[in-house]
């Protein structure tokens, strides 16, 4: 058998390329050469991109034998199909090979021309489509127009020839571009053949046919029912219970008539070894101890699964994968590190790292430690100058637990001294930007303020009056600074002060007018004893 490794990438390769999309009608290969016709309306331009996309071309008809090809493809359809034929600028050359149009393949050579009722005006049509009506010959189109569909045209490597059959023998083809046929003269690589009535399989790889089974890892190995490995490591064609494969073609099930197998139960697969029967598991599993049950073999344990610098194995049901390790990219066989700073995912600086990236802050600023891509404002002292608004000198902003302070020249950020503002129901130290919260001996921290009795508190020797450590608790309040008085204190405070001014006012008033009364008064008697000519007279008794 030839290498399976090579064998396997082959048929992938071309399985993976006619996955999706639409397929073919009907196909012919011939040489070196496979034709397909897709009946899918489309313009020139679309059905150009649906043959590129089916790893071809839109069809050359070069020579009398690639015209020979189109009642094979177009027979039993009717309408209009694009061939690979267009007029790119300029106008007609009726001189010219081709008249002015080229194939697709960029070129003009064609020993075959077959137009119908050529137009040569430079408003003439640039595309070329075929029909069966105009019996294939070549007609102007323009190319933003729908036709019925389109024909494609690829090339093959290492093709294999038809099979050869002996008499009474048939056999189906089916290519890896999705169409079926039985006298196909060239097959690419990939395509499985069934010969009737033996029912036996083959599949094209590197010009041979390599009868079933072939490889597991590619279509069963051409088995009907499960392909597995043997005892040999050869792949082995198994069926159901009660059905054994037909030792004709080793392919296919037909019923036993006496099955040892029915009474091992096995899970898997059941083979024999001489004369008697055991079970055995598909590829990626073992035989469990109870020889009939099968389990995942974890092909990871094995390090040499996965070589080369920054893979690692996944262990998968049946297999394994051979992924890159988080922040590498597979390319080219390797697996390289992912720049993740292309993407811009840091608001200030990113450095890329092999597999992985950080962020950094600038100046003033340190990361949000609740979102590490982010940065926020950061003050490591008392006071910091505040970051202003370049086109505003007025707009500041501060850290938060900071208060601006405008002075004359700058404006400033003032640390906020929490813990003045009883923020905290037992103890509390301020810090850069917050404070933290503690409680007495006896107590525990509840929402990083309050302090809750515990319950069967048992006091050890720690002094009294000494305060538990606590977490970091964020400013609640970084607007402002609190004041040291409570709004019912200030209020009392100015009450009383508008009093006693107002008290002693009133007094001074008071005192003063009383004076001024007593003077009038003294002044009022003297006036009168003057008038009335008294006198203070002492009388001598002697």
């Known amino acids: 058998m030839k290498d399976a490794t090579g064998l ?14 639409i397929q073919p009608n009907n196909g012919y290969c011939i040489g070196n050469q496979c034709f397909t016709v897709f009946e899918d309306p489309s313009d020139f331009t679309t059905a150009q991109h649906q043959c590129r996309e089916k790893n071809g071309h839109l069809m050359t008809v070069r ?18 199909y694009w061939i690979g034929l267009h007029r790119p600028t300029g106008c007609p050359k009726n001189g010219a090979a081709l008249r002015g149009y080229k194939w697709v393949t960029n070129d003009s050579e064609s020993d075959f021309f077959n137009w119908e009722n050529f137009n040569s005006s430079c408003s003439s049509p640039r595309c070329v489509s075929v029909s069966e009506e105009d019996g294939f010959k070549w007609t102007q189109v323009p190319c933003g127009e729908q036709t019925n569909g389109f024909l494609c ?20 083809y089916r290519t890896p571009m999705g169409f079926e046929g039985e006298d196909l003269l060239s097959l690419p690589q990939g395509s499985t053949a069934i010969k009737m009535p033996s029912e036996t399989k083959y599949v094209c790889f590197s010009e041979q046919w390599l009868k079933a089974p072939w490889t597991c890892e590619i279509l069963e190995g051409g088995c009907e029912h499960k392909c597995a490995l043997d005892s040999n490591n050869d792949p082995t064609c198994y069926c159901e219970q009660g059905l054994t494969v037909n030792p004709a073609n080793k392919v296919t099930c037909e019923v036993a008539t006496d099955d040892p197998c029915l009474q091992l139960n096995c899970q898997h ?12 598991c598909n590829e990626g599993y073992k035989l469990a101890p109870d020889g009939k049950s099968c389990v995942d073999f974890n092909d990871c344990k094995d390090e040499r699964q996965c070589p080369g610098e920054n893979f690692k194995c996944i262990n998968t049901l049946g297999g394994f994968q051979c992924v890159c390790e988080d922040g590498f990219k597979p390319r080219g066989g390797l697996c390289v590190d992912v720049n993740e700073c292309e993407s811009a995912p840091c608001e200030h600086e990113c450095h890329n790292w092999p597999g992985t990236y950080n962020c950094s802050c600038s100046e003033g600023y340190k990361v949000d430690p609740e979102s590490p891509d982010k940065c926020k404002l950061h003050c490591p002292d008392v006071e910091c100058p505040a970051v202003c ?154």
């Open 389 to 542: 608004d370049h086109n505003n000198k007025y707009q500041c902003y501060c850290p938060d637990g900071y208060i601006s302070e405008e002075r004359a020249d700058h404006t400033f950020c003032i640390d906020i001294d929490e813990c003045s503002s009883y923020q905290c129901e037992q103890g509390c130290e301020n810090t850069f930007g917050s404070f933290v919260c503690s409680c007495k001996p006896g107590y525990t921290l509840v929402d990083q303020v309050n302090c809750k009795e515990v319950e069967d508190y048992e006091f050890s020797s720690t002094a009294p009056g000494t305060f538990a450590p606590t977490p970091f608790v964020p400013n609640p309040e970084p607007t402002r600074r609190p004041s040291g008085v409570t709004v019912g204190g200030l209020v009392g405070i100015i009450v009383c002060t508008v009093f006693f001014i107002v008290l002693v006012v009133f007094l001074a008033h008071h005192f003063l007018r009383s004076r001024g009364k007593m003077e009038s008064a003294g002044a009022l008697k003297a006036s009168e004893g003057e008038a009335h000519g008294l006198h203070h007279v002492t009388s001598d008794m002697s």
């Open 8 to 21: 396997f990438v082959v048929v992938l390769t071309v399985l993976m390329g006619r996955v999706g999309g």
């Open 63 to 80: 020579s009398s034998v690639s015209n020979d090809i189109l009642p094979l493809l177009l027979g039993n359809l009717t309408g209009r």
């Open 153 to 172: 045209e690829h090339s093959l490597t290492n093709p294999c020839k038809s099979l050869v059959l002996a008499p009474g023998e048939s056999v189906t």
């Open 269 to 280: 697969v059941c083979y024999q070894i001489g004369g008697s029967h055991s079970c055995t």
